[in-house]
């Protein structure tokens, strides 16, 4: 009888054991992050290395990283119309004005009170909430390669407006480099450009802009054509690569990194990107130039890395625990310095690298938003991009891509 309940009793500790580790793997929680920057940038790897170190802390969290791609917009766009979001994503510049509803306010989190303010004003809701974790400041110009500037005989302190500009892609080409590097197999990389130059033509004067127009829906598109006429300028005067719809991103800095190329119109994760192909390349920022004589040269600024936790998430607890780890000094700090931009918490050190003398130098310039996220409906980047594109293959006139934005703006205002 002994023996019969001891082999009664082992067999229901074994159950007992059996059933509590059926338990603990029953209880593993699965996050989804969903990032708008491709594999092939050094943030997305940094992001994997921050991952792993926090699933080594978090037994029984783990977090799937999916990276973006050139259709990320779309897809999210998708997701948002069905309502099935990630855990967690990145809102690439529109936390506030896209994204908002969907995300859960992290206002109360103990982080938000030491936003940088170079990016408080960009993440906070009229209502003065929060719905996402800034991990570094995009302040950005036009990325340059020294070397091949100083063979020019080209000083960027001298390039104020667009004919400057002009004046300085001519003396590159005549030295027999690449003035300007455009990723056009990445329609991405068009549409950039117009969010780089387009505020000089319509935003940054104080004296005479066309903000309010493109907030209340005045604006007179035939205006569009200045800003298309630069991009048009600058391919005719064969100012840009010749393999401008056929090279991607990558292509741009590498170009950039070994010395084949003056400019690309990226932000200054372009230069963090370069400097993985040759940590010896000489380079760095500009501001973008003025339009008219009597402005002055600016900065481009915005949401560069975030993350934000949807608010329907079955694992807003998990999602939030790692949101603050991210926010940890040491995270932040490795994922800031692998765009090489300051970090988007006070007090948080970030490895700007050889821009630091660039940031410093250029630390009282006025910046302004990305423009389409500031003065365009969602849905107009695409517009952007692809007339942008029609523009370079000469499938469309300049009254052909003003005519497009405008009847793009007016359908989705």
């Excluded at 001519?170 to 117009?194: L, Q, R």
């Excluded at 329907?312 to 949101?323: C, G, M, T, W």
Aim: aromatic share 10%; proline share 4%; with cysteine.
């Amino acid at each position: 009888m002994k023996r019969l309940l001891g082999v009664l009793l082992i067999l229901t500790l074994t159950m007992t054991m059996f059933i509590g580790c059926a338990s603990e793997e029953s209880s593993d929680v699965e996050l989804t992050l969903m990032i708008n920057f491709q594999t092939t940038e050094k943030i997305t790897e940094t992001f994997r290395e921050v991952i792993a170190d926090f699933e080594a802390a978090n037994p029984g969290i783990t977090v799937t990283l999916v990276p973006g791609n050139a259709e990320y917009e779309a897809v999210m766009k998708t997701k948002m119309a069905a309502n099935d979001l990630p855990d967690m994503w990145s809102t690439h510049g529109w936390s506030v004005a896209r994204y908002s509803e969907y995300l859960e306010p992290l206002t109360d989190q103990a982080w938000v009170s030491k936003l940088n303010p170079g990016i408080q004003k960009v993440v906070t809701s009229k209502e003065g909430e929060v719905f996402v974790l800034p991990l570094d400041v995009d302040l950005s110009g036009i990325a340059y390669n020294k070397t091949v500037l100083d063979t020019a005989g080209v000083n960027v302190d001298d390039i104020k407006t667009w004919d400057d500009f002009m004046v300085a892609c001519d003396a590159v080409k005549a030295a027999g480099y690449t003035p300007i590097h455009v990723g056009g197999k990445d329609s991405w990389t068009v549409g950039n450009f117009f969010d780089w130059t387009a505020p000089s033509f319509f935003i940054t004067n104080d004296g005479a802009n066309d903000r309010a127009a493109f907030k209340d829906g005045s604006f007179e598109w035939s205006k569009w054509e200045e800003v298309a006429q630069l991009l048009v300028d600058l391919n005719d005067n064969e100012y840009l690569n010749v393999d401008k719809l056929s090279s991607g991103y990558t292509d741009s800095a590498k170009n950039l990194a070994q010395d084949k190329t003056a400019f690309t119109f990226y932000g200054n994760y372009v230069i963090a990107e370069a400097l993985n192909y040759n940590p010896d390349a000489n380079v760095g920022f500009m501001p973008v130039p003025s339009n008219d004589p009597a402005d002055e040269p600016t900065l481009i600024s915005g949401e560069r890395t975030t993350v934000g936790m949807w608010k329907d998430s079955e694992h807003k607890e998990e999602a939030l625990k790692f949101i603050n780890f991210l926010a940890e000094p040491a995270q932040m700090s490795r994922l800031a310095s692998a765009n090489a931009l300051p970090a988007g918490l006070q007090g948080v050190e970030s490895d700007t690298g050889i821009l630091k003398d660039d940031y410093e130098k250029y630390a009282a310039l006025r910046g302004f938003p990305y423009f389409d996220r500031e003065y365009l409906p969602s849905g107009m980047w695409d517009t952007m991009c692809s007339t942008g594109t029609g523009l370079l293959t000469g499938e469309m006139t300049l009254s052909d891509a003003a005519a497009q934005m405008k009847k793009d703006y007016d359908r989705l205002k």
